[in-house]
């Protein structure tokens, strides 16, 4: 058995408990927590300055693109970020797999516990199935060509198949609204009942100009590539009337990838249809690519199931949650670290049903971790992260 002390401790199933003392096994199993010092003295106390929490989830990577950090230009905006991309991966010289594993190793180090990666193709199976990190592979597909929804989505499926035969969790999930034909969406969601489902949603003006108003930097883009746009530009209606709402019932568990630009009434709309609606934020890679972060205030005002996502090393530092919280109470000091907490801790659990992990809860092991340089229960261009299980 181990006891640990610590100047706070947020348990987030409970309030938190300054100068409290968390009694966990000696594999990470929470015994009980409280604010009554041991009497016994057969156990050495480890005594900690600083916010001691569960481990984080990081609800939305792209682990598969670890090698392009450093290689794509800021503030480009997502029209011209999106263009990139293709060119960019080409010019990558940093080994894939070298790469795959220094991600995954970065995010245990931060206190990561569980992510869920953007898969695209299986180059990071191998990684995953080492790795201490609980991991669930959203295997993204996109294609505009009605003709190849049948191709694609039997590629898609392949992918799925083999994370599941390696015993790794997966499933069959869209891109973002822009990048689907009807037909491809249809097959993605029939192939998906009853599992986890992702999407990259409203994370720029230029995809509410497209469905809105047929315009904008995207439909640019896509016109100039010649691709078929057709089911989106005239469409009248958010892309969300597009892409989710005819599709998916009511008890669909879904996570909204950006929303940077969602509005209130994107909000409502999704919150009114879905029970299970979670909203994940990417600050560090919104303001990377767009200098835009999400109204947080309006978020917290809805009352939204919110979580937390790193993105990916082409858009941002560090595969860190800990920076993210801190670049969103920066901007949004009057947001608790409690509440940033529950965020990228207890939120991201629920999500994909980790009832062991996200809090202190008796019988959990959630991963412990201590955030360092802190200024009261306040966070600071300083906080860092120590691993403690």
Request: charged share 20%; proline share 4%.
């Amino acid at each position: 058995m181990r006891i640990i002390q610590a100047s706070y401790i947020i348990p987030l199933n409970a309030a938190p408990i300054k100068n409290g003392f968390l009694f966990i096994e000696d594999d990470g199993t929470v015994i009980h927590l409280t604010d009554i010092a041991p009497i016994s003295h057969d156990f050495e106390v480890e005594v900690y300055d600083g916010i001691v929490c569960p481990g984080f989830v990081n609800t939305h990577c792209h682990l598969e693109l670890s090698n392009m950090k450093d290689l794509m230009p800021e503030a480009t905006g997502l029209p011209e970020f999106v263009s990139q991309i293709p060119t960019r991966r080409n010019e990558c010289i940093l080994d894939s797999v070298a790469s795959i594993i220094s991600g995954d190793k970065e995010m245990i180090a931060a206190g990561i516990v569980a992510v869920g990666d953007i898969s695209n193709t299986t180059d990071t199976l191998e990684v995953k199935k080492l790795s201490v990190i609980k991991y669930h592979s959203f295997v993204e597909i996109f294609g505009l060509d009605k003709n190849q929804a049948t191709t694609l989505l039997a590629d898609g499926l392949k992918v799925v198949g083999d994370y599941q035969r390696a015993e790794l969790s997966a499933s069959l999930v869209p891109h973002a609204p822009y990048s689907l034909s009807p037909a491809l969406l249809e097959g993605i969601y029939f192939n998906s009942k009853d599992q986890l489902l992702s999407i990259h949603h409203q994370e720029t003006p230029s995809e509410n100009e497209m469905f809105l108003e047929s315009k904008g930097d995207l439909a640019d883009l896509f016109r100039g590539k010649g691709l078929d746009i057709s089911s989106q530009m005239g469409f009248g209606e958010n892309s969300s009337h597009y892409s989710l709402l005819p599709y998916l019932p009511k008890e669909q568990k879904v996570l909204l990838v950006h929303n940077t630009c969602s509005e209130a009434s994107d909000i409502e709309q999704i919150e009114s249809h879905f029970e299970n609606a979670y909203w994940c934020t990417c600050p560090k890679a919104n303001w990377y690519i767009e200098r835009a972060l999400p109204d947080y205030d309006l978020w917290l005002e809805k009352n939204l199931k919110i979580t937390v996502g790193t993105d990916s090393l082409a858009s941002n530092d560090t595969l860190s949650i800990l920076e993210e919280i801190k670049l969103i109470q920066t901007n949004f000091p009057h947001i608790s670290t409690e509440t940033l907490l529950e965020w990228a801790c207890k939120n991201g659990a629920a999500f994909f049903g980790y009832s062991k992990l996200g809090s202190f809860t008796a019988g959990n092991k959630p991963g412990i971790i201590l955030i360092e340089n802190i200024d009261g229960m306040m966070l600071t261009e300083n906080s860092k992260v120590k691993v403690l299980v």
